[in-house]
């Protein structure tokens, strides 16, 4: 499949290719648009080559699962985002990423290095890449939001965070080789989500309970031992698959956690300090005409799937 000559299309602003997997290459004519803000590639299963692209209204471009792609395109210095999910690069310029909002670089596996961003970066999509550290000045990111590394099972620490991360609300670092987590991890002082199931780490920081706006909190499939004290601001726990976990610090906390509980599989867990808290929750809940479901499969045979509603 060949594009026609796209010269004359003066006023074309956002360009769809969407699905297209016989598309082998884009056209050099696509140089001359000078109003082209979007162009999506994603799913040309084929493309091999890309123009070089100096626009300087070009705002959007996403290539997605172009195996044969091997160089990250030669594009305009103004781009906000760049998405290059699944593809083979190996890297990504520092000329390219100087003003990007948003970068993904989802599934590419030949991407060993944490790419140079500046700090206009809010969202960045790194997940399945073989990057094995994440740089200190990634506190120093002010406007970064969202931090996807999950699956990046090379990456084995995180740096301390010394300063205050104001803008970071979203952190997965799900299915990584991190073993443990920074007690300056407190320093992410809006963070709302942390993934961290399927990771071999085998306890947290007592700080995370300074983590005041922490909502959700992936646990499950890791080898913790103990639950420490809680924020109280945390409405999601999910801890199904912790054969290792035994004790849990903080029962207030959980009585808190209106998004349900699942400690499925858990079959060293002390059940006294569930029941406790489970039974708090079960009167507040009648109280405000609430729901609450609780289910797990403690070792005792007379609780095997406990739900409350």
Same mark, same amino acid.
């Given at each position: 499949m060949e594009l026609p000559d796209l010269s004359k299309a003066k006023n074309l602003v956002c360009l769809y290719l969407v699905d297209c997997s016989s598309l082998t290459e884009?056209?050099?004519?696509?140089?001359?648009?000078?109003?082209?803000?979007?162009?999506?590639?994603?799913?040309?299963y084929n493309l091999r080559s890309f123009p070089m692209l100096d626009s300087k209204v070009l705002r959007v471009l996403a290539i997605s699962r172009?195996?044969?792609?091997? #160089?990250c395109p030669t594009i305009s210095q103004n781009m906000k985002s760049l998405y290059l999910e699944e593809t083979s690069i190996k890297e990504v310029p520092r000329s390219i990423t100087s003003k990007l909002e948003s970068l993904g670089l989802h599934g590419c596996s030949k991407i060993t290095k944490f790419p140079e961003i500046s700090g206009d970066i809010k969202t960045l999509y790194l997940s399945?890449?073989?990057?094995?550290?994440?740089?200190?000045?990634?506190?120093?990111?002010?406007?970064?939001?969202?931090?996807?590394? &999950?699956?990046? &099972?090379?990456?084995?620490?995180?740096?301390?965070?010394?300063v205050p991360m104001k803008s970071l609300v979203d952190l997965n670092?799900? #299915?990584? @080789?991190? #073993?443990?987590?920074?007690?300056?991890?407190k320093h992410m002082i809006s963070l709302r989500s942390l @993934?961290?199931?399927g990771t071999p780490i085998e306890e947290l920081p007592l700080s995370i309970k300074d983590m005041v706006c922490l909502r959700y909190l992936a646990l499950h499939g890791t080898p913790i031992k103990a639950l420490p004290e809680l924020p109280p601001s945390?409405?999601?726990?999910?801890?199904?698959?912790?054969?290792?976990?035994?004790?849990?610090?903080?029962?207030?906390?959980?009585?808190?956690?209106w998004d349900g509980l699942n400690f499925a599989n858990c079959f060293k867990l002390d059940?006294?300090?569930?029941?406790?808290?489970?039974?708090?929750?079960?009167?507040? &809940?009648?109280?405000?005409?609430?729901?609450?479901?609780?289910?797990?499969?403690?070792?005792s045979s007379h609780f095997q799937n406990v739900t409350f509603v």
């Open positions: 884009v056209p050099s004519s696509l140089q001359s648009l000078d109003k082209l803000e979007e162009l999506d590639l994603y799913f040309c172009c195996l044969d792609m091997t #160089k399945g890449t073989a990057i094995k550290e994440v740089p200190s000045s990634i506190q120093f990111l002010t406007r970064l939001r969202v931090l996807d590394m &999950s699956g990046c &099972s090379k990456l084995e620490s995180f740096p301390e965070i010394l670092l799900s #299915k990584t @080789g991190i #073993k443990e987590i920074p007690s300056s991890f @993934g961290l199931d945390l409405r999601s726990l999910t801890t199904h698959d912790c054969a290792s976990l035994e004790t849990m610090i903080s029962t207030i906390n959980i009585g808190r956690l059940q006294k300090p569930l029941i406790t808290a489970m039974h708090l929750k079960i009167q507040v &809940s009648l109280l405000t005409q609430s729901f609450f479901l609780l289910s797990f499969f403690p070792a």
